[in-house]
């Protein structure tokens, strides 16, 4: 029996955060479907849940269909959705100058677009469950940015206003809807950065630690510890907790960075 039991989770992302969630709500007892559009992170996924009651399908989140789908699939067949995490996402580079609307609409339509689907195909089963809990992943770019990052800072700062118009309408449903905002977290995507940095053949680890040094903590985060906040946001001991943003981004956006 584990903090989760008997609950369904629906989680997007399949690797990174968005893994490191379904296999912690899947170790406590629930059953967890994830989804992703890159096989090679779906196969890793299905390998590292192994036993354990985890299913990932491949879905495109910006693809309407596809989300609804899956998601009115997995209500039916288990009765209820009872908790969402939204993880998905791409982070792109470009300025107003550089970004063109192929671009920005691609962004917007993974980032941010499909937190609204995933949201909307799963509330029914939420509200016929009796209530339930979204958590949506955005991040220190929401709140302060680097360089050209328009799209993706858009689609983040975007999620925190998402998360009170949610909250405000779902509370008479008992649904709960919070985000959270990582700092720099050890995953595919922050390697991804990492990558941009240094070039083809530069040192991704000294890149990493670089921007670890940036944090106050000087290191950067975990999946897991991303995945023990996301669970307790989704836990009755959050129960008073709805419409908020989370830091978790080991001091970063409390210094000025002089
Ligand atoms: N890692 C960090 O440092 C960091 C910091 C702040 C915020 N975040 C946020 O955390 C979340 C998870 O990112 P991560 O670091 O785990 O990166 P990641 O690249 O490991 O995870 C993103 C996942 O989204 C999936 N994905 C991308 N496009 C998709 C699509 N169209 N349809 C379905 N799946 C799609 C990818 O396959 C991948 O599994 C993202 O929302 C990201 O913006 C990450």
């Not at 090679?40 to 849940?49: E, I, K, L, S």
């Not at 509200?127 to 979204?134: L, T």
Request: charged fraction near 15%.
């Amino acid at each position: 029996m584990g903090e989760f039991s008997g609950k369904t989770v629906v989680v997007t992302g399949s690797s990174g955060i968005g893994l490191g969630a379904a296999l912690h709500f899947a170790r406590e007892g629930a059953t967890v479907f994830a989804c992703g559009n890159d096989p090679a992170h779906n196969a890793a996924a299905r390998d590292a849940a192994g036993e354990l009651p985890l299913t990932v399908a491949e879905v495109d989140v910006s693809d309407e269909t596809q989300v609804e789908k899956w998601i009115t699939g997995i209500g039916n067949a288990r009765g209820s959705v009872d908790c969402l995490v939204n993880a998905a996402a791409i982070q792109t580079y470009g300025t107003t100058e550089t970004t063109d609307i192929e671009h920005w609409n691609r962004v917007i339509g993974i980032n941010l677009t499909s937190y609204f689907l995933t949201s909307h195909f799963a509330y029914p089963f939420m509200k016929a469950a009796g209530g339930g809990a979204i958590v949506h992943v955005s991040s220190v770019q929401g709140h302060a940015n680097q360089n050209a990052v328009l799209a993706y800072a858009t689609s983040k700062g975007a999620i925190h206003a998402m998360v009170r118009a949610q909250a405000v309408d779902a509370a008479k449903d008992n649904i709960r809807v919070n985000s959270i905002s990582p700092g720099s977290v050890r995953t595919p995507l922050l390697e991804f950065a990492a990558r941009t940095v240094v070039g083809e053949t530069g040192d991704i680890e000294e890149a990493i630690a670089g921007f670890g040094a940036a944090h106050p903590i000087g290191r950067v985060g975990t999946v897991e510890e991303t995945s023990a906040l996301i669970a307790f946001l989704c836990s009755d001991k959050a129960g008073f907790c709805t419409g908020g943003d989370y830091l978790i981004d080991g001091g970063l956006t409390a210094g000025i960075g002089v």
